[in-house]
């Protein structure tokens, strides 16, 4: 692909994940609507170990401007915004990514759940399986980015190839079955046992890059193998194309043009003939 | 066949024996705790009858905006014949003069300006009225202008009306105060004849007493009001019904309702003229007739929509300078739904939440929103509670995320002080309906106040000196915390004894001159008076405190030594942001003023009460304010009502809503308004998704202690096409502080500042 040429340092990956105790927090959107189910505080990580050519948070990636805190002062500044979860909304962890930060991440993690509040991972599950199997207790939904089904395409796209990301997706998709195996059990035994955790995907639509047929028909293939809530269709935009000139860096993706509203209703309807459940903005 | 009783199949209660609507509702309401599955669309006849306004509201806009004035006619309850908009058609009568969207001439509130509006718009105002209301009669205006002229204190030391200086604006000395709301339920109930004979009763007790000040007004006023009472059933008979008996039916009891309402809008052109409370009661009436099988919910649903309509077509002649405060001919029909019964305390007060109230009606009265489409009147108000039931929650969300034509308060938090039978006057002010009124008093301009301060006591656009003796600041190169603050305090509490001794001459000349003596006609003999105080850029204050004290503000003074900028270095914490270093400072700001407000006693033993609301005036304010240490530039609007600056709400919405909500109700008892805007795709998803976001959104911040909130789910870009195309948005509604207008109704200027506002918006 030819915006795979020349990449500079910067759209280069760093997978090297930081585990320290104390969180490199990028900022908070207070009212989250649209990262999970209900109403969200959404914390933004800093860093992350892609470099989507895409990417709408480039400004969250370099580790420079971050708050540093500690999972209880960010568990605090959770507290102030309860009351407007209701039955649905809860916590998104998201950023950058926020399996760059393991350590602080089930941390975190763990204080939400023991006060009951719903949790969402805004993940592009490019980690260890040691590392969901860290946070696997902790979270109530999985929200998975799944970027390209060829993997040079992918590394060319994200900086990293993506066997890793799939096979991570198909052990996490094990460990969940399992789990509810087991949980249907204490069901059995036991009125109330806690709701299972649960996968969604979420797919951006960028014209001639992931919309092509062959590419449609791995995600399809890919989706059959995996147990999952549903898939979000998110069109490919601009709005994210300052912070990259912001920043002073180069967009590679400069000529691409949003889907059209069409083209995306036609994956939504396959995706749907399929049998799977997909989520699109009206 | 043998005569109904009207009464016929309610439950017995204290209602029977005294005047107690509430009593009455409490005993018969069934609340509904379904959904939306069970209304109608509108009738054939609703869909002429609105097609006719429809119209006649275009034509009123393509006019400039006032179809017509009837200027022979000084306009009270019985001064005009009967007037139709489709009389085949409509099943609810009445119009203010004697042809729709006509508008009266109401001189008592002050014949100049009403002879001035009438020239501006192009009629020429009758000799008769000008002879009769300048020589016979006198005005509520004339009398509170021979105190201004002739009273030392309302003079600055350069000579001129304090009221010119703009600081204390919009007060009602030149037109009438509204915000007054009459119990129209007691005429469905009771008939005129039994208030009438009621009425009567009171005067003859007072008149067996001591006749001192205090039982001669009463006296007075009861007279008046026995006389009203007379007129408002002698209107009605000119359209055919008799008012002096109790309705009989669903659609006597609207009738009835707006016979009484309409009278009040007939005699008065008060800023805000609200409906009160007329949900649970209308119910009562359509769950019998529904019963009986004597109406069809589609019949019911008619009579709804029909009144609304007549609601939707009040109007009144309004000087253009009046405009630009209060843009959009706005009238507040403010109209409350839902709420909870209050189970013990006197009245309900205190009361813990009992049984909620949502009935059918309420939503019927919604439902109007989709049956003639979204309007900016009746001002319909949610009376959000935490256990409202989850349905209505749901479908009033999605009317407003569909309309952007509601506002919601927090029942939970005025329950506590008015009990379950208040209404909300104008658009934050709560009172218990029949028991409770108020002394509306406007708003002062807070940023001002601090300038005057810094310029030591100069206006900081014209150079005049205003307060007299003010040492300048000893740090003038940087404003210190401290020093600013402490003496700004100071100088709050020469402001409150101006504001509050300008408000009794107000209201001692409005009860004399402009009495409202239907609308008090139909409250109880004795009542509870508030009087009603506001302050303007609360924002502003708070954040120009904040920068002193978190970051440096360096003044820049011009050669009259008078600040004319601010050079701010470093970031503070700005108001909206959920952060206590500023949120403090703005609970602090409410706290003082009304502690200070209250330190000077009030007419007639008025309770004082404060609102954050600025209605579109926030426009005007910001144009007559020079630049802010907060780093506002010169005439930059201030934010509406309580909201944090434009754009300053950082950290999303919610945080934005934490700070407002913050804000004590208990020192702010006249309402803490919220404008709150949010583009759809920021909402949620799906529309499904918007309507649940949304009433989780209200569940949070009202239990967080919020108080009011206006919600606009709408896009920039669609404001910016109506900005162009206004002929392709004629129902296109939005909130601003406190009421609802049709945005191709405001200015330019006013347009501008909506589509400045912070809107919540973020994409994916």
């Not at chain 1, 760093?14 to 109403?39: C, Q, W, Y």
Request: aromatic share 10%; charged share 25%.
């Amino acid at each position: 692909m030819a915006q795979c040429k020349n990449l500079t340092k910067t759209d280069k990956a760093k997978v090297r994940p930081i585990n320290r105790a104390t969180g490199m927090i990028h900022s908070f959107e207070t009212f989250g609507a649209l990262d999970g189910p209900g109403v969200r505080f959404v914390v933004f990580f800093e860093g992350c170990p892609l470099r989507c050519a895409y990417c709408h948070n480039r400004d969250m990636l370099d580790m420079k401007n971050y708050l540093k805190m500690s999972p209880k002062a960010l568990i605090e500044e959770v507290h102030k915004y309860k009351a407007y979860f209701g039955k649905s909304g809860g916590v998104t962890v998201s950023g950058g990514d926020p399996v760059f930060q393991p350590k602080f991440l089930v941390e975190f993690l763990k204080l939400c759940k023991k006060e009951g509040i719903h949790v969402a991972l805004d993940t592009s599950l490019f980690t260890s399986e040691k590392v969901i199997e860290s946070v696997l207790p902790y979270t109530d939904l999985f929200m998975i980015s799944l970027k390209h089904f060829d993997s040079d395409t992918h590394k060319c796209m994200t900086g990293v190839p993506n066997e890793r990301i799939l096979s991570n997706v198909r052990f996490l998709s094990r460990a969940l079955s399992a789990s509810d195996a087991s949980n249907k059990k204490v069901a059995q035994q036991k009125r109330g046992a806690k709701s299972r955790t649960k996968i969604r995907f979420r797919y951006v639509v960028m014209p001639g890059v992931t919309d092509t047929k062959e590419n449609l028909h791995a995600l399809v293939e890919f989706l059959h193998e995996v147990k999952f809530e549903l898939i979000e269709l998110l069109p490919y935009h601009t709005y994210g194309v300052y912070k990259w000139k912001k920043l002073g860096l180069k967009y590679r993706l400069k000529d691409m043009k949003p889907p059209t509203p069409k083209s995306i209703q036609k994956i939504k309807k396959m995706l749907e003939k399929e049998g799977f459940k997909v989520l699109l903005t009206e | 066949m043998a005569k109904l009783l009207p009464h016929r199949g309610f439950k017995k209660g204290k209602w029977q024996t005294s005047i107690d609507v509430r009593d009455f509702i409490l005993k018969n309401y069934t609340s509904y705790s379904g959904d939306e599955s069970f209304l109608e669309k509108p009738t054939r006849k609703t869909v002429k009858v609105w097609g006719k306004t429809k119209q006649l509201l275009n034509r009123e806009f393509k006019k400039g905006g006032v179809l017509g004035v009837d200027t022979k006619t000084a306009s009270t309850i019985t001064s005009h014949k009967p007037g139709y908009i489709d009389k085949t058609n409509e099943s609810i009568v009445g119009v203010q003069t004697d042809k729709p969207l006509v508008r009266g001439l109401k001189p008592g509130g002050g014949i100049r300006l009403a002879e001035k509006t009438c020239e501006l718009l192009g009629h020429k105002p009758d000799p008769k009225l000008h002879d009769i209301f300048t020589k016979y009669v006198t005005t509520h205006n004339d009398s509170v202008f021979d105190i201004y002229s002739s009273w030392d204190e309302f003079r600055t030391p350069a000579g001129k009306f304090f009221r010119s200086e703009g600081i204390i604006t919009g007060l009602p000395d030149n037109y009438s105060r509204g915000r007054i709301i009459g119990d129209y339920r007691r005429v469905a109930l009771y008939g005129l004849d039994k208030l009438i004979a009621e009425r009567q009763a009171d005067e003859a007790r007072i008149c067996g007493a001591y006749m001192n000040e205090e039982n001669l007004n009463k006296r007075v006023e009861f007279h008046r009001q026995i006389k009203a009472l007379k007129d408002m059933k002698e209107m009605a008979a000119s359209y055919g019904h008799d008012i002096g008996r109790p309705a009989g039916d669903v659609r006597e009891a609207i009738q009835w309702i707006y016979f009484a309402y309409l009278a009040a809008v007939k005699e008065q052109d008060g800023a805000a003229m609200s409906m009160g409370r007329i949900d649970a009661f209308i119910d009562i009436y359509a769950e019998r007739d529904l019963k009986s099988g004597k109406y069809s919910e589609k019949e019911v649903q008619q009579f709804v929509d029909d009144f609304v309509i007549k609601l939707r077509i009040v109007r009144h002649l309004r000087h253009p300078e009046y405009d630009a405060l209060f843009a959009g001919d706005p009238t507040w029909v403010t109209c409350v739904l839902g709420g909870m019964r209050a189970v013990g305390g006197a009245g309900g007060r205190g009361g813990k939440a009992g049984r909620h109230m949502v009935t059918k009606t309420a939503y019927r009265l919604l439902h109007t929103l989709t049956n003639l489409g979204p309007a900016p009147e009746p001002n319909l108000t949610v009376l959000w509670a935490d256990k409202l039931p989850e349905a209505f929650k749901k479908y009033s969300s999605k009317v407003a995320v569909a309309s952007s034509s509601l506002q919601f308060e927090n029942d939970d938090l005025m329950r506590k002080y008015h009990g379950d039978d208040y209404g909300i006057a104008c658009c934050v002010s709560a009172m218990t309906i029949g028991e409770e009124m108020q002394f509306f008093g406007a708003r002062c301009n807070l940023p001002k106040l601090l300038l005057l301060l810094i310029n030591g006591g100069r206006n900081e656009l014209t150079g005049d000196l205003v307060v007299d003796g003010l040492k300048p600041l000893k740090n003038r190169k940087v404003l210190e915390y401290k020093e600013v603050s402490e003496r700004f305090y100071k100088l709050m509490d020469w402001l409150a004894k101006k504001y509050v001794e300008t408000m009794n001459v107000i209201h001692y000349m409005h009860d004399r001159h402009h009495y409202e003596n239907s609308q008090m006609a139909l409250h109880d003999p004795e009542i509870h008076r508030f009087m009603a105080f506001g302050m303007a850029g609360m924002s502003i204050v708070a954040d120009s405190l904040s920068a002193m004290k978190h970051a440096k503000v360096r003044p820049v003074y011009d050669k009259r030594g008078i600040a004319v900028d601010f050079k701010i270095t470093g970031a503070y914490p700005a108001f909206g942001n959920d952060d206590k270093r500023v949120d403090n400072i703005a609970i602090e700001l409410c706290k003082k003023f009304t502690t200070a407000l209250k330190k000077y006693p009030t007419y007639r033993g008025a309770e004082h009460s404060l609102s954050l609301l600025t209605i579109t005036a926030n426009v005007v304010y910001g144009k007559y304010t020079g630049a802010t240490p907060d780093g506002r530039k010169a005439h930059e609007p201030f934010a509406p009502g309580a909201n944090p600056m434009h754009n300053r709400d950082t950290k999303g919405a919610l945080a934005s809503l934490n700070s407002i909500a913050k804000l004590p109700y208990a020192y702010c008892r006249d309402g803490i308004s919220n404008t709150f805007s949010i583009a759809p795709q920021t909402l949620g998803k799906t529309s499904e998704m918007r309507t649940d976001n949304l009433a989780n959104m209200l569940d949070g911040y009202f239990e967080n202690g919020g108080h009011h909130i206006n919600v606009n789910v709408l896009d920039r870009e669609t404001l910016e096409d109506a900005m162009k195309n206004p002929e392709k948005y004629p129902q296109l509604t939005i909130r601003v502080s406190g009421y609802a207008v049709n945005f191709i109704k405001l200015t330019k200027e006013q347009q501008k500042e909506v589509i400045s506002r912070t809107f919540h918006k973020k994409f994916y």
